[in-house]
């Protein structure tokens, strides 16, 4: 599986961005689908995820309630959904396909796309 992280880029504080992760390969729908990050300095984290069938979505405390994952099979895509984005949401996004609910060892990772969120 191929991935290629989409949707960063420059936004104000309680702004709002979609990030996009197009999937290569007939294997997407046997994958559950995270979207990870990573701050200056700091360890990459889980933000969200999502099962394979899209029925089940996990999140950290950090974006709950702020950000929405979501899969579209039909179209080998996962996207996230930022809302009321805040400087600490700054880092590179990464998306990742997962075996079974494996977030802490993703099988493939995407290129990473930027976030960063003005105060």
């Known amino acids: 599986v191929q991935l290629q992280a989409s949707g960063g880029g420059l936004v104000q504080a309680g702004g709002s961005l979609r990030l996009s992760c197009a999937a290569s390969?007939?294997?997407?729908?046997?994958?559950?689908m995270g979207w990870f990050r990573q701050a200056p300095g700091k360890e990459r984290e889980f933000v969200a995820g999502?099962?394979?069938?899209?029925?089940?979505?996990y999140y950290a405390d950090s974006s709950k309630g702020r950000f929405t994952i979501s899969r579209d099979n039909g179209k080998n895509t996962v996207f996230l959904e930022m809302n009321s984005l805040k400087p600490e949401d700054t880092a590179v996004y990464y998306c990742?396909?997962?075996?079974?609910?494996?977030?802490?060892?993703?099988?493939?990772w995407g290129q990473g796309t930027q976030v960063t969120v003005s105060s």
């Open positions: 990742a396909a997962v075996r079974g609910s494996a977030w802490s060892n993703p099988e493939y």
């Open positions: 999502i099962g394979w069938g899209g029925g089940r979505a």
């Open positions: 390969g007939r294997t997407f729908i046997t994958y559950a």
